[in-house]
């Protein structure tokens, strides 16, 4: 869905409400059980600040116990057939999909995102899910010619116990079709959902629970311990994380302490969408808001948050963005008619409303937003309006590292040469968008920028059998399609004497 298109026509009237605190637990060894350090992490609500429950904050033990009934279980799973394994994979998304009423309400009441837009999520995951299990024939090996009295021939196998960390923006759509690639391929997964928004995560272990075989997928809740722990197990051969450059960076350094690991990383994007003077204003204003990810309260590392706007018509186009910005409704999370919720902690706030000040302060023009919204509603919470500058040069902060939050920077140009430069001059190279007629234009923007995933005359959509990753900091592996399933097997070669 786009910032402000309708709400579903069978999405209920009544908005969606988390009816009591969630009492979460983790699902080890196909049984859902508390830490074996007695600890709990509580969740609040973004939009009030209410409590609105708990799960369980898992320690290193817990992970060692996950990790070995993931072990347990990998060669029984293994031995299935692919189409045996994409059965219960699909069966697993009925399940939740069955439950997805109760999957939204803890979405929308942890993260903040707006009942609408993670509707889709839910669904989207699901689909993805049934795409990647359908796809697991297609993954084969290959005969090699090499002389004519033998026979070389490669193989795809399972690495085995896969860790999986996943962030918050996303937290249900994240582990749920993360979970595919792995599964379908025959790993077994130990699964590390975001402290931030937990919630879900102890409901999709009670549906894995039912759904699945004990211990082909596991469930640990927790902060920094249970990740560390999980990075660090020497039996972990493959990883998985989505999230900072940052926690990217760590992860890394510490894998590599207990063992040589295949490590896939989707990081941080500080993403530009360059636009030329031929491009339809209407179009690219809309296509900016949309690439923006407001819907996310910009916390998307594939938002286009750096937008690059041709002389001629840059005045034009930044009008009709304020003018689409300012109609975006901001509110109550569970309200179908939301279409910008609240931001995801207090912390995500101050950091937000740093850059805001950093941008006044080196001479960024605020043309829209910048501020918390006022009047009923927005008296708790961590609230901003969504947030333009306009003036921005490419020294300034925001200009330059990732806010993860609503705030579009809006820069002029007029040389290729030069935009292009400011374009690859960040740290960053996830994704990235253009905007013109001329083809030839398109071409040599898309060849030139340092971008792993470029849209042309389009943005924010994700193909499912796309493959999805960034260039620079901003990642490591690619997700979605054949290269997703490959990246989860070795290859293995064998020579054979005929």
């Not at 760590?250 to 295949?262: F, L, N, Y």
């Not at 300012?326 to 706030?349: F, H, N, Y």
């Not at 990642?475 to 097997?489: D, H, K, P, Q």
Request: negative net charge.
């Amino acid at each position: 869905m786009r910032p402000n298109e309708p709400r579903p026509a069978e999405a209920p009237k009544e908005p969606i409400r988390l009816e009591q605190p969630i009492d979460g637990r983790m699902l080890i060894d196909g049984e859902l059980v508390e830490s074996a350090g007695g600890g709990w992490l509580e969740s609040s609500n973004p939009a009030t600040e209410g409590y609105i429950g708990r799960v369980p904050d898992g320690n290193a033990a817990d992970i060692d116990r996950a990790v070995a009934a993931a072990e347990k279980a990998q060669l029984a799973w293994a031995a299935l057939s692919v189409e045996q394994r994409a059965a219960c994979l699909n069966g697993f998304g009925d399940a939740i999909l069955a439950r997805s009423d109760e999957l939204l309400a803890a979405e929308v009441s942890d993260s903040g995102n707006p009942a609408a837009f993670m509707l889709g999520d839910i669904r989207a995951s699901v689909a993805r899910l049934r795409y990647l299990a359908g796809l697991g024939n297609e993954l084969q090996g290959a005969t090699i010619p090499v002389d004519p009295g033998k026979l070389h021939l490669t193989l795809r196998e399972p690495y085995g116990v896969v860790g999986r960390i996943t962030a918050f923006n996303h937290p249900i759509a994240m582990a749920v079709h993360g979970l595919a690639g792995p599964l379908i391929t025959g790993n077994t997964v130990v699964l590390k959902p975001s402290e931030q928004c937990p919630l879900s995560s102890a409901i999709l272990g009670e549906i894995a629970r039912d759904a699945l075989p004990p211990g082909v997928l596991n469930i640990v809740s927790g902060g920094r311990a249970a990740g560390d722990a999980l990075v660090r197990h020497p039996r972990v051969k493959r990883l998985s994380f989505v999230g900072s450059v940052g926690t990217g960076l760590a992860i890394q350094r510490a894998a590599a302490e207990s063992a040589v690991k295949h490590i896939s990383l989707e990081l941080g994007g500080k993403n530009p969408f360059i636009v030329f003077p031929d491009a339809p204003i209407d179009k690219v204003a809309a296509a900016a808001v949309t690439g923006m990810n407001f819907s996310w309260q910009g916390q998307s590392c594939s938002s286009t948050s750096r937008l690059f706007l041709h002389e001629d018509i840059h005045d034009a186009v930044l009008a009709r963005i304020v003018e689409i910005v300012e109609a975006i409704k901001v509110g109550d999370p569970c309200d179908w008619d939301t279409r910008m919720g609240a931001i995801v902690s207090k912390a995500q706030l101050e950091r937000v409303e740093g850059f805001i000040r950093s941008a006044q302060d080196e001479g960024a023009r605020l043309v829209a937003g910048g501020e918390r919204p006022r009047g009923p509603g927005f008296d708790k919470g961590y609230w901003m309006r969504p947030t333009v500058f306009a003036n921005v040069t490419q020294d300034m902060r925001i200009a330059r590292e990732e806010i993860f939050g609503p705030v579009l920077s809006v820069l002029r140009w007029s040389d290729f040469d030069q935009v292009i430069e400011m374009a690859n001059s960040v740290e960053y190279g996830l994704s990235g968008a253009v905007w013109t007629g001329d083809l030839s234009n398109a071409l040599r923007t898309v060849k030139a920028l340092k971008s792993g995933y470029l849209w042309v005359n389009d943005v924010a959509s994700h193909p499912r059998a796309v493959p999805f990753g960034g260039f620079k900091n901003s990642g490591i592996g690619r997700e979605r399609g054949l290269s997703e399933l490959a990246s989860f097997t070795e290859e293995k070669s064998v020579g054979i004497v005929i």
